[in-house]
C-alpha cells in the first residue's frame, strides 16, 4: 500500500510539474509574440489566472529570464513583462540586389543595432554572406555581444525558396545565389541556427511585430518593385503554402493576350507594375536614364505622365488587392517597397478599384495602408523570423 501511495505522489508531483512547465512556456511564447504585455495581459492572452501568471513572472524574473518595469497604458500605472536582455539575442540579414542590412534585437523586441552597406549588383552568393558574418560580428562586437548569446538568424532574399530543400528558386534579381542553400551555407559559417525566407513574406512578419499591421492575425503585405511578391498572414502566423510560394500575386494574370512575363506566361502582373515597366513607359517622354525614384519624385512634383503611369500601377494593383480581399478576406493589406513612396497617387486609384470589385462586406472590412518600416521592413522581418524560431528557456 505505501509503496502504491508513493507512486501516486510521484506521478502527482510529475504532474504538477509539467504542469507548471507549460504554463511557464505559454507566458513566454505570449511575450515572444507581443514582445511586451502587462500581467493583466498576459493573463487574458494565455488564459491562467492573474495569480499564476504573477507567480510565473515573479519565479522567472528571479531567474533573469524576465524583465519587469514600470508602464503606464490607458492611464493606468502597471508592470511592463519582457523577455530579458540576458537571454540572448536574435540576428535580421536582408539582402537586395545592391545591399546588405542587418539588425541585432533582443527577445523583448528591442532593435540593439543596425547597419546596411551596399553591394555591386552582380555580387554572387559566396561574396553576400562573406560581406554578411563580417558586417554581423562587426555588430556583435560593437554591442559587446559574441556568437554564444546569440539564439537564432532570419536570412531574406529576394527569391523563391524551395520548401524543400532550402535552396533558392530562379531569380532574375541575385542569379549569383540560385540553387544555393543559403541557410544551409550561413549556419556553417556562423554556426548558429539560421532560417531563410523571401523578401515579401519577411516584410509581412516585420509590419505585423513592429509596423502598419501590428496585432493583425488576418494580412498581407504586398511588395511592389522590380517584382511583385506579397507575404500572407493568416490565423496569425505566415502561410507559406505546400511549396513555399504562396503569395506570387506578380505572376497572376491580368491579360492573357498581354506581354511574355519572366515567368514564360502572358499578362502577368508584374509586366504592369514591375518597375522596368513603368520606366519602359516613360523613356520616350522622359528619357532612358530615368529611375523609379525618379518617377515618384516627379509625379510628387505635378509631372502629368509620372502621375499617369502610377494611377495606372495603382488599378492593376487594385485587381489583385481586390482578389486577396475575396480569398483571404483580410483585415489590413500593407503595401510596400520603392513603389509605395507614391503613397496616395498609387492608393487612391488602387482603393477605388478594390471597392469596384472586391465582395461589399469584405472590401468594408478591409483597410489599405503604406507601410510604416519603409526600407527597414524586410531586415526587421528577418529578426521577427529569427526570434519566433528561438528556444526559449522556461528556468
Not at 82 to 102: E, K, P, T, Y
Not at 188 to 208: K, M
Request: proline content about 4%; glycine content about 14%; overall charge negative.
Amino acid at each position: 500500500m505505501g509503496g502504491a501511495l508513493s507512486a501516486m505522489t510521484r506521478s502527482a508531483t510529475g504532474s504538477q510539474a509539467s504542469l507548471r512547465e507549460a504554463n511557464r512556456r505559454r507566458v513566454l511564447q505570449a511575450l515572444r509574440a507581443a514582445g511586451s504585455l502587462t500581467q493583466a495581459e498576459l493573463a487574458r492572452q494565455t488564459g491562467l489566472s492573474p495569480a499564476t501568471v504573477s507567480n510565473i513572472v515573479r519565479d522567472l524574473a528571479e531567474a533573469g529570464i524576465l524583465d519587469v518595469t514600470p508602464t503606464a497604458r490607458s492611464g493606468r500605472r502597471a508592470q511592463a513583462v519582457s523577455l530579458g536582455r540576458g537571454v540572448g539575442v536574435a540576428i535580421g540579414i536582408d539582402f537586395g540586389h545592391r545591399h546588405l542590412r542587418v539588425a541585432i534585437g533582443d527577445l523583448g523586441h528591442e532593435v540593439i543595432a543596425e547597419h546596411t552597406q551596399p553591394l555591386p549588383p552582380d555580387h554572387g552568393a559566396d561574396q553576400g554572406l562573406t560581406s554578411a558574418t563580417s558586417l554581423i560580428d562587426e555588430l556583435l562586437a560593437a554591442t559587446g555581444l559574441t556568437r554564444a548569446e546569440v539564439r537564432g538568424v532570419g536570412l531574406g532574399l529576394p527569391a523563391p525558396i524551395d520548401a524543400g530543400t532550402g535552396a533558392v528558386g530562379s531569380t532574375s534579381i541575385l542569379p549569383g545565389w540560385v540553387g544555393v542553400p543559403a541557410a544551409e551555407v550561413m549556419s556553417e559559417r556562423l554556426g548558429l541556427r539560421v532560417h531563410v525566407d523571401n523578401d515579401a513574406n519577411l516584410g509581412a512578419l516585420g509590419e505585423v511585430v513592429w509596423g502598419a499591421a501590428r496585432g493583425c492575425s488576418e494580412a498581407a503585405y504586398l511588395k511592389v518593385a522590380t517584382g511583385i511578391g506579397a507575404g500572407l498572414i493568416i490565423g496569425g502566423r505566415l502561410h507559406r503554402g505546400v511549396a513555399g510560394t504562396a503569395g506570387e500575386v506578380g505572376h497572376t494574370t491580368i491579360d492573357e493576350h498581354g506581354r511574355v512575363c519572366r515567368c514564360g506566361n502572358r499578362g502577368c502582373l508584374e509586366t504592369f507594375v514591375g518597375a522596368p515597366h513603368l520606366l519602359e513607359l516613360l523613356r520616350a517622354s522622359h528619357g532612358p536614364n530615368l529611375t523609379l525614384h525618379d518617377v515618384i519624385d516627379l509625379a510628387g512634383e505635378g509631372d502629368a505622365g509620372c502621375r499617369r503611369v502610377i494611377a495606372d500601377a495603382g488599378r492593376h494593383l487594385g485587381v489583385a488587392v481586390a482578389n486577396l480581399c475575396n480569398l483571404l478576406n483580410p483585415e489590413r493589406i500593407v503595401v510596400g517597397g520603392d513603389l509605395a513612396q507614391a503613397g496616395d497617387l498609387l492608393l487612391y486609384p488602387l482603393r477605388d478599384v478594390v471597392s469596384r470589385f472586391a465582395i461589399p462586406s469584405a472590401a468594408a472590412a478591409l483597410c489599405v495602408c503604406t507601410g510604416v518600416l519603409g526600407e527597414r521592413a524586410e531586415v526587421l522581418g528577418a529578426l521577427a523570423l529569427a526570434l519566433s524560431e528561438s528556444d526559449l528557456p522556461v528556468g
